[in-house]
T-cell receptor, first 113, second 111 residues
Framework: NAGVTQTPKFRILKIGQSMTLQCTQD?????MYWYRQDPGMGLKLIYY???????DKGEVPNGYNVSRSTTEDFPLRLELAAPSQTSVYFC????????????FGPGTRLLVL | DQQVKQNSPSLSVQEGRISILNCDYT??????FLWYKKYPAEGPTFLIS?????DKNEDGRFTVFLNKSAKHLSLHIVPSQPGDSAVYFC??????????FGTGTRLQVFP
């Protein structure tokens, strides 16, 4: 049982490039989330999903897109990367009825230059 | 507007002593509160939670206290151990909705 896995661990992007951050969970959780954490700040919710085919915006969705075609996978797409998107990105999942108790992946560190 | 605040960025405690981490919130509609622990280069892990209908929840060395009138919660770790050295995030939710996280407190437990 690997829990929540994220790839890549670290990536450097040039301004204007795009990339997809991958997230997979093997706990059969319906709820999945993407957060970003900037230095000295708390986690901010980017997008979340309550099940396959259903996604919704969080607090800071601008510049990002998501899709949820399967229960297991919840990729985060960055289009036209900007320096303001330099951050650590965490994916998380949770069970129905226990949404507050979230299981996090190890994070992806992204640097946009 | 920061709805969940952790005003102490860091805390240093001697091994064996009590660690007290504090968290304040502004939204009186929050009904569930949690503490997450984060080691470097890892994702946060759930530590302990409390519902707004309670004022205390205990799990081993960890106890969370909730003071709704003051909109304040605290995490007590006793006795503190070097392995407790990590960043601790307070989080809150309203009606099983999205979590709002504080900025974190870095706890260092020294021998």
């Amino acid at each position: 049982n690997a829990g929540v896995t994220q790839t890549p661990k670290f990536r450097i992007l040039k301004i204007g490039q795009s990339m997809t951050l991958q997230c997979t969970q093997d706990m059969n959780h319906n709820y999945m989330y993407w957060y970003r954490q900037d230095p000295g700040m708390g986690l901010k919710l980017i997008y979340y999903s309550v099940g396959a085919g259903i996604t919704d915006k969080g607090e800071v969705p601008n510049g990002y897109n998501v899709s949820r075609s399967t229960t297991e996978d919840f990729p985060l797409r960055l289009e036209l990367a900007a320096p303001s998107q330099t951050s650590v990105y965490f994916c998380a999942s949770s069970r129905d009825g226990e949404q507050e108790t979230q299981y996090f992946g190890p994070g992806t560190r992204l640097l946009v230059l | 507007d920061q709805q969940v605040k952790q005003n102490s960025p860091s805390l240093s405690v001697q091994e064996g002593r009590i660690s007290i981490l504090n968290c304040d919130y502004t939204n009186s509609m929050f009904d569930y509160f949690l503490w997450y622990k984060k080691y470097p280069a890892e994702g946060p892990t759930f530590l302990i939670s409390i519902s707004s209908i309670k004022d205390k929840n205990e799990d081993g060395r960890f106890t969370v206290f909730l003071n709704k009138s003051a909109k304040h919660l605290s995490l007590h770790i006793v006795p503190s151990q070097p392995g407790d050295s990590a960043v601790y995030f307070c989080a809150a939710s309203e009606g099983a909705d999205k979590l709002i996280f504080g900025t974190g407190t870095r706890l260092q437990v020294f021998p």
